[in-house]
């Protein structure tokens, strides 16, 4: 297109435009042979390696990992020229001795493994034999070819002219090639090489064509057309480091905009070439929306689309699925999918939600498709649509995909959309390719291979954008820059890994025999793309590289490329270079508390409260931070109900709460006695698993973490009755009351409106005369937290909560129950050892004296801080401010 324009605005007369071609397609018509797909490929490699491999063979989701690998060096053997039989002896010879032993025989895995690589020659023939018979070629094996057929190419294009622009590095092919044309027809080539890189005997940007100068007798005769002299002309160059990835398609539209702005003409002549182009979504949504004319050369990668991850999650959902049903994870992850909520609730009932719900509180941990449907109903067409009871065959599964491409594209979701119309279109030409691919070769036997084929296939699509090539910003990868100059150039992902790609030892060939041999190794690679950086800095004016300073972004972040450092080490001087920064300015600013004033509704929400009843929980949930007392207990806002794999510690603590209760509720207004607490100790296992079903939902309890739970709180309670036992034998203990419902009215002169308190008491006992009441905690609980010295602190300091909420409990039970004197303590199941942990008055910190009886004048001290904690919640002057947790 470029060239086209080029020619047409310095021709002064009409002609006909030349052939043009890129060099594969000009090889490709040499040869005479079609390009196969790298899918075809993969499969015809498949079926050689199983032809010619006797022993034991790997199936074809295995093979498709490696094989890709044995593809890719196949194709450079051939584009090299490389004697492939010397080659594969060379790589045999290597593996033996990589694998030599001192047993004179080998193992049965020896002998395989060596066969393996012995066989190769093979397999690459009976390759490149079968994709020949079909017209068809890799593009090692089509450039091979080409060589073999050039003469009679040339033969026929006797009157023709050939010549050739902006190349630099040529595999052996297309080197022989070349050269031929230009000694045999009317041609000429032209390069496109700065001086300054020439005359630098080590700069990689002239590497490749140095190598040609010295090797082409073609070059020593006629000279290199196309040097230039342009790299030392004035112009600016700012490199950016900027913190993570994605900040660097924000810092670039914010570029663009100061561009557009200060000098709009030179968004004309100005191309954004991206070193990763993973980041082309993000850049897109960066582009200021004033800038109109916007090119995008590279395609848009299927497998970036919503729908891809939709399939794939989709084939992958029968992949996790075991004998028990789907991990509610895996589940809930395919059903929170756009594409999912379109077809399941069709404008009907939240049907997900409905599904999400009935999980979470049935806390199912593995889902089958008979639950599924007990939620939705038998009817549900949709939900059979997506869920069997049988996994699918590879075709099966593309039957089904088929279907529900066809019910995606009636949703309104699509049908309104002409990009989503267009999505659904190349997946469903995607999944018929799949199916004819399925039907022609019988390997593609599980959905593991159908998966691993659908994301090859995947890979290499991509949706074009149309727009303007000639006009506007230009948004390119680095290849697409080859051969096209402009005015500003913005470079982004200029990092080591990214530009250059550095090393990557993604072959069979070891890296002494591809030098040995002529191969290409990394450092070829990398002067390639040396040269297309330092090309595109050439003829530009205005230069802004971007990289990732962080170095954590796992993609090449945090060590800028060696690009730059070679630019800012260059002994040139004459180049304007500034290096910068790209960071927010950040102030140092302390913690805002949060702040939230009792305005008339909160007030009422307080009334409200009230008059309920505060909890001695919900009074030491605002002595820890009023913020949480305001949204969890006044709002209501809890916790997001979740599924539990494994036991919560407030479901723990049910199951311990509830077995206690069942097993001594036949003692209530009885003395404990050591034969029925023996008798009691029997039923622990049955009521701790019926605790167990009926807290715990569905929730299975009979392997890994929960079993273990089970077992903790069996022991737990097991201790608990023993320790009992032992009490019993020693005094004499009466039961009078379990999960006692308490509720009475706190009088507080200063507030017009009533006050109640309620809880639940876990157990009222009465030791050798002394009324006790009695909390069970399942944590962790010390006796120091119950020891109180001074009584503001036991509504201002949340480490003395559990005394408060025993002191709470038992001026509730008082005011039922007028009592002089009672104690109350603690049983930590964590802590069982101490016992009964009493609350106690001290009279200063450090005294081992303390009082543990609990009597009128304890109670009245305790009232009036509970008084005073109550009257500040109520007051509308005092706002809740949150308390550093």
């Not at 066969?115 to 090692?140: I, T």
């Not at 342009?230 to 900027?242: A, D, F, P």
């Not at 990289?547 to 060590?559: A, H, I, N, V």
């Not at 001074?790 to 038992?810: G, V």
Request: net charge negative.
């Amino acid at each position: 297109m470029f060239l086209r324009n080029a020619l047409a605005k310095t021709s002064e007369k009409t002609f006909f435009a030349p052939d043009i071609y890129s060099i594969e397609r000009f090889i490709e018509n040499i040869s005479g042979l079609s390009f196969a797909t790298q899918t075809q490929q993969l499969f015809f490699l498949y079926e050689a390696y199983l032809e010619k491999t006797s022993t034991e063979q790997d199936n074809f989701y295995t093979f498709s990992k490696w094989g890709q690998t044995l593809l890719q060096d196949i194709n450079e053997i051939d584009r090299y020229l490389i004697d492939a039989e010397k080659l594969f002896a060379s790589l045999s010879a290597i593996q033996k001795l990589d694998h030599w032993s001192l047993r004179t025989e080998k193992t049965k895995m020896m002998e395989d493994y060596l066969q393996f690589w012995n066989n190769l020659e093979s397999v690459y023939r009976n390759f490149n034999g079968a994709l020949l018979k079909k017209g068809l070629g890799h593009q090692g094996l089509v450039y091979r070819t080409a060589c073999e057929k050039l003469e009679g190419y040339l033969e026929e294009q006797f009157d023709k002219t050939f010549i050739f622009l902006g190349f630099n590095a040529l595999n052996t092919a297309e080197s022989q090639i070349m050269q031929h044309i230009l000694d045999r027809c009317s041609s000429e080539i032209y390069w496109d090489i700065d001086r300054y890189f020439l005359q630098d005997t080590v700069h990689d940007a002239g590497y490749f064509i140095r190598q040609h100068l010295k090797t082409w007798p073609y070059l020593s005769t006629h000279g290199l057309k196309g040097e230039s002299r342009n790299y030392l002309s004035e112009k600016n160059i700012k490199i950016i480091g900027v913190p993570k990835y994605v900040s660097q398609a924000k810092y670039t539209g914010q570029l663009l905009r100061e561009l557009h702005s200060e000098h709009p003409e030179q968004l004309r002549n100005t191309a954004v070439v991206l070193g990763d182009e993973t980041l082309l979504n993000p850049l897109l949504n960066s582009v200021p929306i004033e800038i109109e004319g916007v090119n995008i050369t590279m395609g848009y990668p299927l497998h970036k689309t919503p729908l891809a991850s939709f399939f794939d999650k989709f084939i992958a959902l029968y992949l996790q699925r075991n004998t028990q049903g789907w991990f509610y994870r895996d589940l809930l992850d395919f059903l929170v999918h756009p594409s999912v909520n379109y077809l399941v609730d069709a404008g009907k009932a939240n049907v997900v939600g409905s599904i999400e719900n009935a999980i979470k509180t049935k806390n199912w941990t593995y889902i089958t498709v008979s639950k599924l449907l007990s939620i939705c109903g038998e009817g549900n067409d949709q939900i059979k649509l997506l869920f069997f009871e049988n996994t699918p065959t590879p075709k099966e599964m593309i039957t089904i995909v088929l279907r529900v491409i066809a019910e995606l594209k009636i949703r309104p979701q699509s049908a309104e959309n002409p990009l989503a119309l267009e999505y659904l279109y190349r997946f469903n030409e995607l999944f018929n390719q799949l199916d004819d691919l399925i039907k022609a070769y019988d390997f593609i036997k599980d959905l593991k291979s159908l998966q691993s084929l659908y994301q090859e296939l995947l890979s290499s699509e991509t949706l074009d954008f149309q727009g303007e090539p000639l006009e506007g910003l230009q948004i390119m990868g680095m290849l697409e820059s080859r051969n096209l100059d402009f005015e500003t150039v913005i470079i982004t992902s200029v990092n080591e890994g990214i530009l250059p790609s550095g090393k990557s030892n993604n072959s069979f060939i070891p890296f002494d025999l591809k030098i040995y041999s002529g191969l290409p190794t990394y450092k070829e690679k990398d002067a390639v793309y040396t040269y297309h950086f330092y090309r595109l800095l050439q003829r530009a004016k205005h230069v802004y590289l971007l990289y990732s300073t962080e170095p954590d972004d796992g993609l090449g972040g945090g060590e800028r490329s060696r690009l730059i450092n070679q630019l800012l080490t260059d002994e040139n001087k004459l180049l304007d270079i500034v290096e910068t920064y790209a960071s927010p300015t950040i102030s140092p600013t302390l913690k805002i508390l949060e702040h939230i004033e009792k305005d008339t509704g909160l007030i009422d929400l307080i009334k409200s409260h009230a008059a309920k009843g505060f909890s001695p929980t919900s009074l030491s949930n605002y002595i820890r931070n009023p913020i949480d007392f305001y949204r969890r207990n006044l709002l209501g806002v809890d916790d997001v109900m979740e599924v539990e794999e494994t036991v919560a510690a407030n479901t723990f603590g049910t199951i311990v709460h509830d077995t206690l209760e069942d097993l001594y509720r036949p003692f209530i207004g009885e003395y404990l006695t050591e034969e029925g607490l023996q008798t009691a100790k029997g039923n622990i296992k049955h009521l701790v698993k019926h605790h167990f079903s009926k807290s715990y939902g569905d929730g299975h309890i009979s392997r890994g973490k929960n079993l273990i739970a089970f077992h903790v709180v069996r022991r737990y309670i097991e201790n608990f009755i023993t320790l009992e036992i032992e009490d019993v034998k020693r005094h004499s203990i009466k039961l009078i009351g379990l999960e006692e419902n308490l509720q009475v009215e706190i009088q507080v002169p200063e507030i017009d409106f009533p006050i109640q308190l309620k809880g639940k008491l876990d157990r009222i006992d009465e030791m050798d005369g002394t009324l006790r009441i009695i909390d069970y905690k399942t944590g962790r609980v010390t006796s120091t937290q119950l020891e109180i010295v001074d009584w503001e602190e036991i509504t201002s300091n949340y480490d003395y909560s559990k005394a408060f909420q025993l002191l709470c409990y038992a001026l509730m039970y008082q005011k039922k129950v007028p009592i002089s004197t009672l104690e109350a303590g603690i049983f930590s199941f964590k802590n069982l050892s101490a016992g009964l942990m009493r609350f106690a008055t001290k009279p200063k910190k450090g005294s081992r004296t303390k009082d543990n009886a609990i009597t009128q004048e304890t109670l009245e001290l305790f009232s009036k801080e509970l008084k005073h904690l109550i009257l500040e919640i109520c007051d509308a002057d005092i706002p809740f401010v949150e308390k550093e947790v």
